[in-house]
């Protein structure tokens, strides 16, 4: 850990050299996420480690050196216990069906709701911890005998098998290998370790951490002051044909199929119940919550111990930060998630019906898919560009979105966009007198009101959000929007048919009136804009041309102009080249080979062990880029399947065979290969989906452009342009690249004898 005194992402061979020398000894580069250098904007401070899960972040304070220092934090520093435990979980179950007589003919028929789901929840909380048994655990390193490495080999064999032939028999005996490995590969960012104080001091104490977080959030989440009368609140309402429908009955069919759904997650809500304790509670008892479940929608009341909520905080990049740099995380009360996901699907269905979410909002959505939406931003921006247009791409950050959430404002918004009163009422009874208390390393603090924003962590609150937020386009009509969940990317061009120079003094005044709308719709909506990641980014076609837009404002606060974004994972730059991407790419999937070559089991490794971690955890940064594949240079996808084969040849230990010869030999697909794969699956998708919709419209815009273009048809007022180029739309492209690559296996089918042959 030091000065390395190379930019891995910007010295060329000089980084490629370093690269090559940390793959040979099976290491991995542990970078920070700022520059680390005081006299430049380069990155030349970082870690080299084997194996270790290690966190890196820049000191901004007061230093005497040239160079910033680094903070290095590992992140699996939980202390050895002692003693362990484990649930009988068929005693549980065997209790819970013994008292079954009594929870459904006295105490579920005679008590009310509120004193039901008290009993009830403290019964499960004591039983399961009366089911637990406590064990001293003893910790040992005996060696291995011959004949139990190859109990162990077997055993790895069947995990791989079971992997390969979805057998459920032996994929639970692979679970604790799975389960190592996951650790083992997936970087997890340190957990949040203290707060900075304004005067610069660290507090790491476990009560004063929790107690200053939940000074601070109890801030966030009271209720905003709002002028009144307010249009969302105050305006007189459409009665709507659908006003009056309720919400319908839940079944005990439908809460199977949620319980079978959901992850079996072991983190405890405030009353000490898991998501994995639901499925060992015998099925009758969902014939009585499905009965309270009813009885909530109907009457739209939820229990008050529903609304207690155990929140954690998790640092969104340091692990030492203040507390507008943490995500709170609600741990919500299990029951009450399986009702939010009954509710949701409901939801859903009304605005469907209503058709209320606009085509360009993507996330938790199903069938809107991400790659989607980049894909039609990249193609707006192209065929503006393709105009010889200056564009201006905005990227919106909305503060704390979930958090900020107005409640009186998002009910009044359902009612106007005629969501069934039945409905508004019980996210009413969901949102309000709710309170929880923020615990970090086993404290507690104190419990504060929460009178604003969903919580995080439940199923309906994106939902809810950008429902909220479904008709943010209207205010904002002179720019082409693309949401994704609370991201907002906007793109304007500059007026054609003349000068540069008028465009880019045109494209100003529209920049400055889109951030002049977006401004009023925040403050309409009460929902705060993060100025310091609000962004803009200039694009053209003129070469070297420097970026003549003025400095512009939203609000009282000034836009960035910046050269590079990333946009949903993917990095955007000025030219919409991808050299940006491909290098951080290559940087990670270098390092979870070195990973995957110092995995062992038992102090061994093998050929298959690899070649399994590679698939599970290498490939898929790989597989990240195949939705712009085909939009990269033939030399960028030559370089990157080289890469592919380079990496693929070190997990096999053969360095010696090239690439023409590597895949016949290991019988190994090439990169293009499964790319190609991806988009026949992807495209078969796209036409069951809205999604393949849109890029279809795109790509008939661009044949009539085509038309027009050639002069082979006329558009009254609009002269075309000798600056004007061609332009292949992104659906061209694609169909292109499949058509040059023809097949979906480009394997080579020969013999040993005429490999060996070849190979003389």
């Not at 360009?360 to 199903?366: E, K, L, Y």
């Not at 304007?492 to 920049?511: K, N, P, V």
Request: charged residues 20%; contains cysteine.
């Amino acid at each position: 850990m030091g000065d390395f005194n190379i930019d891995i992402e910007r010295d060329g061979d000089k980084a490629d050299q370093l690269l090559e020398w940390v793959d040979s000894c099976s290491l991995m580069t542990i970078i920070p996420g700022a520059n680390t250098s005081l006299r430049s904007d380069r990155t030349i401070d970082y870690a080299v480690t084997n194996g270790m899960d290690l966190t890196i972040q820049t000191y901004e304070g007061d230093t005497s050196s040239d160079h910033k220092p680094l903070l290095g934090v590992f992140t699996d520093d939980r202390a050895p216990t002692t003693v362990g435990s484990r649930t009988i979980w068929s005693a549980f179950s065997l209790v819970l069906s013994y008292t079954s007589e009594f929870w459904e003919k006295k105490e579920w028929n005679t008590q009310l709701s509120e004193t039901t789901y008290e009993h009830f929840i403290s019964f499960l909380a004591l039983l399961s911890y009366r089911c637990q048994q406590f064990f001293e655990i003893k910790r040992a390193r005996p060696s291995v005998p011959q004949e139990l490495m190859a109990l162990l080999a077997q055993s790895r064999s069947l995990s791989f098998k079971a992997k390969r032939k979805d057998d459920i028999e032996l994929r639970e005996g692979s679970t604790l290998f799975w389960n190592k490995a996951k650790r083992y590969f997936r970087h997890v960012s340190s957990s949040l370790r203290g707060f900075e104080t304004p005067n610069g001091e660290v507090t790491k104490d476990p009560q004063v951490t929790a107690n200053t977080a939940a000074d601070y959030y109890e801030k966030l989440f009271q209720a905003p002051i709002v002028m009144r009368p307010h249009p969302y609140v105050d305006a007189p309402s459409t009665l709507w044909e659908n006003a009056s429908n309720g919400i319908p009955c839940v079944t005990y069919p439908e809460i199977i199929n949620i319980l079978r759904s959901r992850k079996k997650k072991q983190s405890l809500d405030i009353h000490g119940l898991s998501p994995f304790l639901l499925d060992k509670i015998p099925r009758h008892y969902w014939f009585l919550l499905a009965q309270l479940y009813n009885y909530s929608f109907t009457e739209s009341y939820i229990v008050k111990k529903f609304k207690e909520v155990r929140m954690v905080l998790l640092a969104k990049k340091s692990a030492i930060c203040v507390p507008d740099q943490t995500r709170p995380i609600s741990l919500l009360y299990s029951f009450l998630k399986v009702q939010e996901k009954l509710f949701l699907n409901r939801f859903v269905q009304v605005l469907k019906d209503r058709g209320i979410l606009p085509d360009n909002q993507s996330g938790f959505r199903p069938g809107h898919r991400l790659q989607t939406r980049v894909l039609l931003l990249i193609e707006q921006i192209s065929s503006y560009m393709a105009n010889s247009s200056p564009v201006s791409t905005i990227f919106v950050d909305f503060k704390s979105a979930f958090d900020q959430l107005w409640f009186e404002g998002c009910l009044g918004k359902l009612i106007r966009l005629g969501i069934p009163h039945a409905y508004v009422n019980w996210i009413h009874a969901w949102l309000t007198g709710r309170k929880a208390t923020i615990e970090g390393q086993g404290k507690r603090s104190r419990w504060i009101e929460i009178s604003r924003g969903g919580p995080q962590g439940s199923s309906l609150t994106p939902s809810l959000c950008i429902t909220y937020h479904s008709d943010m386009a209207d205010y904002i009509p002179g720019a082409m929007s693309f949401f994704f969940a609370d991201d907002l990317a906007a793109i304007l061009a500059g007026q054609i048919g003349i000068r540069f120079t008028d465009q880019c003094i045109d494209l100003g005044r529209r920049l400055q009136s889109f951030l002049d709308q977006l401004e009023f719709y925040s403050i309409l909506s009460v929902q705060p804009i993060n100025y310091a990641k609000t962004q803009a980014m200039f694009s053209a076609r003129a070469i070297g041309y420097p970026n003549p837009m003025p400095q512009v404002r939203c609000g009282d606060h000034k836009i960035e102009w910046i050269s590079s974004f990333k946009y949903l994972g993917y990095w955007l730059t000025t030219k919409l080249g991808w050299g940006n991407i491909l290098t951080k790419i290559r940087i990670t999937v270098r390092q979870k080979t070195a990973l995957v070559n110092s995995f062992k089991i038992s102090g061994t490794s093998s050929t298959h062990l690899r070649r399994a971690l590679f698939s599970t955890f290498v490939r898929p940064h790989f597989t990240w880029l195949f939705g712009i594949f085909p939009l990269l240079t033939d030399s960028q996808r030559a370089d990157l399947s080289h890469l592919y084969f380079t990496l693929l040849k070190r997990i096999y230990y053969c360095q010696c065979w090239q690439d023409l010869l590597f895949p016949s030999l290991y019988r190994e697909k090439s990169l293009d290969d499964h790319c190609y794969v991806y988009w026949e699956k992807y495209l078969k998708a796209l036409a069951k989906s809205r999604d393949g919709y849109l890029i279809l419209e795109q790509s008939e815009l661009n044949t009539h452009r085509t038309i027009w273009h050639q002069d082979a048809k006329l558009i009254r007022c609009l002269y075309r342009s000798k600056r004007f180029v061609s332009h292949v739309d992104i659906f061209g492209q694609v169909i292109k690249w499949m058509g040059t690559h023809g097949t979906a296996d480009s394997i080579i089918d020969c013999n040993e004898d005429e490999l060996s042959c070849f190979a003389l």
